[in-house]
């Protein structure tokens, strides 16, 4: 059970760090929340969990497979992406922006589609997949060898962070106003990178002993 209540932890605080960084998926939801309302985050998250179901049954029912022996390289590849990923995050976050853009009246009441609009920008999404095939990966390898249940949690985990924030952002555009100042988000933003990097080093350390 610990080690259960350990991956969803962890699968949290590692998503979080995804859906935090500005991106076409982050762009979508403040796209659509300005059109149709505090709904639209979630409905953005569903359609990209819908992508990233079939990423997880395409490692857990294939890359583990086919890697084998492998996948000490892919453990080594993870937590040096993490490292990366995480300085590349704390970069970004001296210069990070989630003020909406202005829209017209008319562009609001356009149709909006936030389920296909949330699977289209993550498939579209370089980093989506850069990730999923080295951190993703790597990590979601180390979660099934636990079992089943410890899979789920970690992935669990994810996508509430993804949903979190997400609503989060919707809700803050429907009531007028983020309930978070760019100031905040950009420490938030540090604090996630400064995660990564020391979490890629101790994943590291555990694959070099």
């Known amino acids: 059970m610990n080690e259960i209540i350990q991956m969803l932890v962890l699968g949290f605080f590692i998503g979080l760090t995804g859906a935090l960084a500005p991106g076409p ?5 403040i796209n659509a929340s300005l059109k ?4 639209m985050g979630p409905r953005v998250t569903l359609g990209h969990a819908a992508v990233e179901i079939l990423m997880v049954i395409l490692i857990i ?3 583990s497979v086919f890697i084998g022996g492998y996948s000490w390289l892919v453990a080594g590849i993870g937590g040096v992406a993490l490292m990366v990923f995480g300085m590349f995050t704390v970069l970004e976050s001296r210069h990070a922006q989630i003020n909406p853009p202005h829209k017209t009246l008319q562009e609001r009441e ?4 936030p389920f296909l ?3 289209v920008t ?3 999404n370089p980093y989506f997949w850069l990730w999923w095939f080295t ?6 390898i180390g979660a099934y060898a636990g079992g089943i249940g410890t899979a789920v949690s970690f992935i669990l985990g994810h996508w509430t962070a993804d949903l979190g924030w997400f609503t989060l952002v919707s809700v803050s555009i429907h009531r007028g106003r983020f309930l978070l100042g760019e100031r905040e988000y950009r420490w938030i933003l540090a604090a996630c990178g400064i995660f990564l990097v020391f979490f890629g080093m101790y994943y590291l350390m555990n694959f070099l002993v």
Not at 25 to 29: K, R
Not at 110 to 113: E, F, I, L, N, R
Not at 135 to 140: D, E, K, P
């Open 122 to 124: 993550s498939i579209s």
């Open 135 to 140: 951190v993703g990966s790597a990590l979601m």
């Open 36 to 39: 149709g309302g505090w709904t």
């Open 61 to 63: 029912g294939g890359l």
């Open 25 to 29: 998926t982050l762009i979508a939801t």
């Open 117 to 119: 609009d949330g699977m």
């Open 110 to 113: 356009t149709t909006v589609h």
